[in-house]
DNA sequence: ACGGTGACGCTCA
DNA sequence: TTGAGCGCCACCG
C-alpha cells in the first residue's frame, strides 16, 4: 500500500545486480536474493523491487519466477510481459518460453 | 519490539 | 500437472 522511496542497502545490492542483467535475458528472485547474500529472501526480493525508484534505468521487469512465470508487476504483469516481448523474450500464457535459457547468471 | 504484508519458493495431496 | 499450505526475509506503522 505504502510507496517508501528510501533505499535500503538490500535493494541497493539487488538494484546493482538487476542492472548486469542483459537485455533479452532474465533472472529469477530467488537468483537475485542469493547473488545479494539472503538465498532465502526471494519475498523480501520481490518487496524491494516492488518499491523500485530506478524504473527503467533498473530493468525490474527482467526479474521472474523460479517456475519460469513472469511473476507480478507493479505496472501490471501484462505490461512486463510485453517488455520482456519488446526485448526479444518470448512469453507464452504468462510463462516465459525457453525460460531456463534465458536466464542469466551472475 | 511486535505483528501484518507481499512482484517468492518448495513440499504435499 | 494443478492447487493449497507452510516457510523465509525485509520493510512499515
Do not use: W
Amino acid at each position: 500500500m505504502n510507496r517508501q522511496k528510501e533505499i535500503s542497502g538490500f535493494a541497493n545490492q539487488l538494484y546493482a545486480l538487476l542492472k548486469k542483467v542483459p537485455k533479452g535475458k532474465v533472472t529469477t528472485y530467488g537468483a537475485l536474493a542469493k547473488a545479494a547474500g539472503r538465498p532465502r529472501a526471494s519475498r523480501a526480493v520481490g518487496n524491494a523491487l516492488n518499491a523500485n525508484p530506478f524504473a527503467p534505468q533498473v530493468p525490474c521487469h527482467r526479474v521472474v519466477r523460479s517456475n519460469g512465470e513472469v511473476g507480478g508487476f507493479a505496472g501490471g504483469t501484462d505490461k512486463k510481459i510485453r517488455i520482456l516481448k519488446d526485448e526479444g523474450v518470448a512469453v507464452k500464457n504468462e510463462k516465459i518460453v525457453l525460460f531456463e535459457e534465458r536466464l542469466f547468471e551472475f
